[in-house]
């Protein structure tokens, strides 16, 4: 059976790459072999820290001559070099992320991105907007889920998005309502009859709007969460339906009294909130989400009962606190594979990389450079220049062109590898987007190149020689089988055998055509040219295209 007992005995190796890289954007050598040293609670408390965000490459509401403004409307007019201004920024808020996630020892990243596939919503408003947004994931990462549910039905991307903005006393709108209760809190369950679900019925969706009337988006710079720090809508006690509320049996008949004040129209939604997460399916349906994000798209009848269940069990018990639910199953046998007679069958490689995944393992592992777009290092004059290159015109565009829009989620339920049966992460990877995704790890990751195929400014410049002499990642140099041991043991979740290994160590020696060894031996001597640094760098590239392109290396 399925078993949340805690793991006992140091990790070792594969099981530390298998945990870093289901918890992490920053995977290293050197981290690999810091985690495989500990046993899984040791590592597990060391990575479950909450990460602080820098205000990274600005606070948005740096208004200071030269800044950009990100109170600027998403999709403005305004146009350099055919990008439009509030697009520019967008795109500057997601490379903030992006910056603060390749960054980030924790887990606390993986987190925020869980919660967005929880909540997607699109950047509809300003950046700045967007930018609150995120910090609200951040904010709620290893904290509450409840609360989140509370906050984010505050948040005003969310209320644009969904136009709950538009939701009146005279004009209902069932929009987030209807969302709130079939994706973002309890799930419909299975179909019991005509506007009836198993978890809700449409009685509730109507009654749910009435409690959601009267937020307005207008106000969004004037309302400040007093917990978070972060601003939210208004409230308009004159487009807010005063009435009670009722709703089904599916919530036991609850009534939610009509507010008689401004506080009191919080209340109603404080009441709403508490009603949805006092239903045993709605821990579960949120443990379900923990589980195909962290563990396996695989969901039994066996995980139902034995993991599934016991963690809804938790999780309701301890007031929806995220963080004690993570740990126990991020250390349990079941997590590396241990609980069954077989530990190589199910969880580790068992799950397709995200885009966002494939490349960030190949940046940190190589220890490419990331450009820093901190003020103090980084002139604010450049920072447009920076983001144009870098951030659109190389990492984000790559991105979007694998299908995989960072923060920009194609519709209301996000990904659809994150929830749509049965493939789940292997649709990342299909006939339209194959083609891509190679280009994506080994144009960025080892070409420097930009969407347009030119390697110029503001692109990642990978170092050959860098990556030979670190010792971090590779041992002996001189050596094409141990090059090939010390990637393939880092790169890729499971070993493999002779003849594979073989496969890549050929393009090390040219088909047995060159002697590997002396090519380095004349670099070490200073011959920069054929036979020596050139050709070391050309077939080292060819190497780890090959890698990166396998498939080994595209599941974790």
């Known amino acids: 059976m399925a078993s949340l007992n805690q793991k006992t005995g140091i990790l070792g190796t594969r099981l530390a790459k298998h945990l870093l890289r289901r918890t992490s954007y920053n995977y290293s050598s050197n981290r690999i072999q810091q985690i495989a ?3 899984a609670d040791t590592a597990v408390d060391l990575l479950s820290q909450f990460k602080v965000y820098q205000n990274r490459p600005m606070d948005p509401l740096d208004t200071d001559p030269g800044h950009f403004d990100f109170t600027t409307i998403y999709k403005s ?14 795109h500057q808020v997601i490379s903030w992320w992006v910056h603060e996630a390749l960054n980030d020892d924790t887990i606390t990243s993986k987190m925020v991105y869980l919660l967005y596939t929880l909540y997607p919503v699109p950047p509809v408003l300003t950046s700045f ?8 994931l951040h904010f709620h990462s290893l904290d509450n889920i409840k609360d989140l549910a509370y906050r984010m039905s505050l948040d005003t991307q969310m209320n644009k998005f969904l136009n709950n903005f538009e939701n009146t006393k005279e004009a209902p709108n069932e929009n987030y309502a209807r969302e709130l209760l079939e994706l973002f809190t309890i799930g419909k369950g299975k179909p019991q009859g005509p506007g009836d679900y198993s978890n809700y019925t449409e009685v509730d969706v109507v009654e749910a709007a009435r409690v959601l009337t009267g937020f307005n988006i207008a106000d969004r710079l004037s309302e400040i969460d007093p917990v978070t720090g972060l601003y939210r809508v208004g409230v308009s006690g004159g487009r807010h339906d005063l009435g009670d509320k009722q709703f089904s049996s599916a919530f036991n008949n609850t009534v939610i009294t009509g507010a008689t004040s401004y506080t009191d129209i919080l209340r109603e939604l404080q009441d709403l909130i508490d009603m949805i997460f006092d239903q045993d399916e709605t821990a579960k349906y949120f443990c379900r989400k923990l589980y195909r994000f962290f563990v396996s798209d695989k969901l039994t009848q066996e995980i139902e009962n034995d993991i599934i269940a016991p963690l809804a069990s938790d999780l309701y018990s301890n007031g929806y606190n995220i963080l004690p639910v993570l740990k126990k199953i991020l250390k349990s046998q079941h997590f590396y594979d241990e609980d ?3 530990n190589t069958d199910e969880i580790i490689g068992g799950k397709m990389k995200s885009p966002l995944e494939l490349i960030t393992d190949g940046l940190t592992f190589l220890s490419i450079p990331i450009p820093d777009i901190t003020p103090s290092t980084f002139p604010t004059q450049d920072h447009e220049d920076w983001f144009l290159k870098f951030a659109r015109g190389s990492f984000l565009n790559y991105m979007e062109s694998t299908g995989h829009y960072v923060f920009n989620p194609p519709s209301v339920a996000g990904d659809p590898a994150y929830y749509q049966e049965p493939g789940y992460s292997k649709l990342w990877f299909n006939e339209t987007t194959y083609v891509a995704r190679y280009n994506l790890s080994t144009d960025i990751i080892l070409e420097g190149k930009r969407v347009n195929g030119s390697i110029g400014s503001g692109g990642l410049y990978p170092d050959m020689i860098a990556i030979l002499t670190n010792t971090s990642i590779i041992s002996d140099p001189f050596d094409t089988r141990t090059i090939v041991d010390d990637i393939v043991d880092y790169l890729f979740p499971e070993e493999i055998d002779t003849t594979r290994k073989d496969y890549f160590e050929h393009f090390l020696t040219a088909n047995g055509t060159i002697n590997w060894a002396s090519y380095w031996q004349n670099h070490i001597n200073g011959q920069t040219g054929a036979q020596g640094t050139a050709d070391v760098i050309v077939l080292f590239q060819e190497f780890l295209k090959n890698i990166i392109q396998s498939p080994e290396y595209q599941t974790f």
């Open 340 to 342: 069954d007679s077989s």
């Open 37 to 39: 040293a500990m046993d």
């Open 129 to 136: 907007d967007m930018y609150e947004y995120i910090r609200l």
């Open 77 to 90: 007019n305004t146009n350099v070099n055919g990008v439009g201004d509030g697009q520019r920024k967008k």
